[in-house]
């Protein structure tokens, strides 16, 4: 009977460590569909509250999007290869001011969601791909769809956004041209001043309205 128990309480531990690593293993495209009908769900139900609460919505990207985001890896390639001439304390700080910024950036965005809807395009992974691009587009009335891809990477913690393409656009390489013009005009402290006081002055209009 013991033995059988045992035998029962191993199975069961190694059906719950397969849901877990299935759950940690969510493929990519499932990944941004799954967070971005959550994130836009919540908008939708409690959009008063968010135009109301700036810090809330912040509160919102924080717990739901920013976990799927690699933003040391987003900010080496904004930085470009300017990124080696910084000591490892500056790319540190680079890291926190560049993901603050795309926060707001980014709340901006959300707190502009009204009657839009998301379409998610058809993926295809082949096996083995560790470097993925999942295709939606924005659907809004009276206006064309915006496109919109996120570019992932496999890590050990799971699937990561390192970029983002509106329109085309990529979000990395649109300020890796801003970036690289701070950085030779003032250095990487040039950036970090700038970024800090765009930041700082964010908050300020913020805390104001």
């Known amino acids: 009977m013991l033995r059988k128990m045992l035998h029962l ?3 069961l531990c190694l059906v ?6 299935q759950a940690e ?9 799954n967070t971005t009908l959550e994130v836009t769900g919540i908008l939708k139900r409690d959009k008063a509250d968010f135009a109301n609460d700036k810090q809330k ?3 919102l990207i924080d717990t739901k999007v920013l976990p799927h985001f690699d933003f040391t ?4 390639l904004a930085v470009g290869r300017y990124w080696r001439q910084a000591t490892p304390a500056q790319q540190q700080q680079l890291v926190t001011q560049f993901r603050t910024l795309l926060v707001r ?5 959300l707190a502009a969601f009204n009657k839009q809807t998301i379409e998610f395009k058809p993926f295809n992974m082949p096996a083995g791909s560790t470097d993925v691009t999942v295709n939606t587009q924005v659907k809004q009335p009276g206006a064309q769809p915006i496109p919109i891809d996120y570019s992932l990477e496999q890590t050990a913690a799971g699937w990561k956004v390192y970029d983002v393409s509106i329109d085309g656009v990529s979000l990395v390489t649109n300020y890796r041209s801003s970036f690289g013009s701070e950085i030779r ?6 950036l970090l001043r700038t ?15």
């Open 105 to 109: 950036t980014y709340a901006g965005a």
């Open 73 to 76: 890896q987003m900010t080496q």
């Open 195 to 209: 970024l800090t006081n765009r930041n700082q002055q964010d908050t300020t209009d913020t805390a104001s309205r």
């Open 9 to 11: 309480t191993c199975m």
């Open 185 to 190: 005009k003032d250095g990487v402290a040039g």
């Open 25 to 33: 293993e969510m493929p990519p495209d499932v990944l941004v569909k």
């Open 16 to 21: 719950l460590s397969f849901t877990v690593a």
């Open 57 to 59: 919505l912040y509160a």
